[in-house]
């Protein structure tokens, strides 16, 4: 069996790599050919834990990386893996992803294997019959559920643990017709991941899915943030213990109640907007949608009053930020809210120094000279008058006053509570820690 994955971003370098490391015959594809040949020489172009280990594993096997859309006339399986990103008013924008159906459309006639393709890429229900399947059937001629397959098949893996999760995903989701196809695909992921439950519906409640998935993770995050906002008002209250506790109860669940600075990420914020936006046009009011985003707006606005309630006027303070990635063990970031934060300072005109232990160089592209970047955190403390811990990055948990000295005025603002359980000789507001009188 022959599979072709087309978009080498996180969800498709991931699958590809995962899949050629289990000795499956896989072709890589993406139209960006610098990266297509990073790739081939065993380099990840983002930083994912494991990624690169497992990138080289499959090259050692039958994995082919290319820019070639051609290449997919011998694929059995192709899964669509690219992006859909948001438009300013926050719709979805299918341009990229109607542009790759476009082209495999093309190429569809030349496969005489009646291949079925898997849409992996997040698309509001009714874009798979209306947008995604039309595209195919016009551009090679040919019939869906007799020539070919099509498959909603949402992903649901994270940023950061992306190669342990696309290995063991909690659930497979298949949608559309059942057909003799819809068995096969059903087959090949009885073999892929024996024991993960199997959930065969139609394209657009596959749709949702996705959809739900990811804006429930931002429920609960923002109701965790919400609580951290009471609790920081309650004298001696830890929204840690908070959260640990009634994440011991099986029908809350421990996993996404971390209280921090909001979410960011180029997914939660992006689908909680496309959702939402679609709820409108449904004719549906979606109130607690819409609460859940100005929870996550309002705590960045949080993370602001608390600096200037302290330093007063912020023009040409000194202030570090700690951890621009969106979260740990990743480089990306898109959608941060620490540069969101970073933004909003330098509007007030203080003087940033960053740190972060992998996304320099990406923050570089957005600052370039307009904030200053430090190798170690003590370089980035020097003279500040103010640090907030924006990422959770396991080194930060190492901190102590040793570094602190070094600042002008030693006030922390940490909003992953990493430092609660330090003697600290220092101003220190936690998010979520009401603070004894
Ligand atoms: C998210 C979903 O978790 C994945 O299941 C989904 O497949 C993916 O989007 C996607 O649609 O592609 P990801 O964007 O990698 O994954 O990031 P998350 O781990 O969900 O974190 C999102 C944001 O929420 C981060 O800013 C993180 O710091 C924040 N967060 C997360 C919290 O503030 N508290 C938590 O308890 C958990």
């Not at 429920?219 to 001696?236: D, E, R, V």
């Amino acid at each position: 069996m022959k599979i072709g994955v087309i978009g080498l971003g996180f969800v498709g370098l991931s699958l590809t790599s995962v899949l050629a490391s289990k000795g499956y015959d896989v072709v890589g594809i993406d139209i960006d050919n610098e990266k297509c040949k990073k790739i081939s020489n065993g380099i990840s172009p983002i930083f994912e834990p494991e990624l690169e280990k497992i990138l080289k594993n499959g090259l050692k096997k039958k994995l082919k990386i290319s820019n070639d859309f051609t290449l997919i006339k011998n694929c059995d399986l192709l899964f669509v893996t690219v992006g859909t990103p948001q438009n300013t008013n926050g719709s979805i924008n299918l341009s990229i992803i109607k542009k790759a159906v476009h082209t495999i459309g093309k190429n569809l006639q030349e496969n005489k294997k009646k291949p079925i393709i898997l849409i992996k890429s997040t698309v509001i229900p009714g874009t798979m019959k209306k947008v995604i399947l039309p595209i195919l059937e016009k551009k090679s001629n040919e019939k869906a559920g007799k020539d070919f397959e099509l498959i909603s098949n949402p992903e649901f893996l994270q940023e950061s643990s992306a190669i342990r999760d696309t290995k063991f995903p909690h659930a497979v989701v298949l949608g559309g017709n059942q057909t003799k196809f819809m068995k096969k695909a059903k087959n090949f992921f009885m073999k892929l991941h024996p024991n993960v439950p199997i959930i065969i519906t139609n394209h657009e409640t596959a749709e949702m899915i996705k959809y739900a998935n990811n804006s429930f993770l931002a429920t609960k995050i923002s109701f965790i943030n919400q609580l951290s906002n009471i609790c920081q008002k309650i004298p001696g209250a830890n929204v840690d213990d908070i959260a640990k506790t009634i994440g011991l109860d099986p029908r809350i669940g421990k996993l996404f109640l971390n209280a921090g600075p909001g979410y960011g990420g180029s997914c939660l914020p992006k689908d909680m907007k496309a959702l939402i936006n679609f709820a409108n046009i449904s004719g549906i009011n979606p109130t607690l949608l819409n609460a859940v985003e100005e929870v996550n707006t309002k705590q960045l606005k949080q993370i602001i009053s608390l600096t200037k309630q302290k330093l007063g006027n912020l023009s040409s303070k000194k202030i570090t930020i700690l951890g621009t990635a969106f979260k740990p063990d990743t480089d990306d970031i898109r959608d941060s809210i620490s540069i969101e934060l970073i933004k909003k300072l330098l509007k007030m005109n203080a003087k940033i120094i960053i740190h972060d232990p992998k996304a320099i160089k990406n923050t570089k592209k957005v600052f370039e000279d307009k904030i200053d970047y430090a190798k170690t955190v003590r370089d980035a403390l020097s003279k500040s008058q103010c640090v907030i811990i924006m990422t959770q990055w396991k080194q930060y948990k190492k901190l102590n006053n040793n570094e602190f000295k070094y600042m002008k005025r030693k006030f922390v603002i940490d909003c992953r509570r990493m430092l609660i359980e330090k003697q600290l000789d220092v101003d220190y507001l936690a998010i979520g820690l009401g603070k004894e009188k």
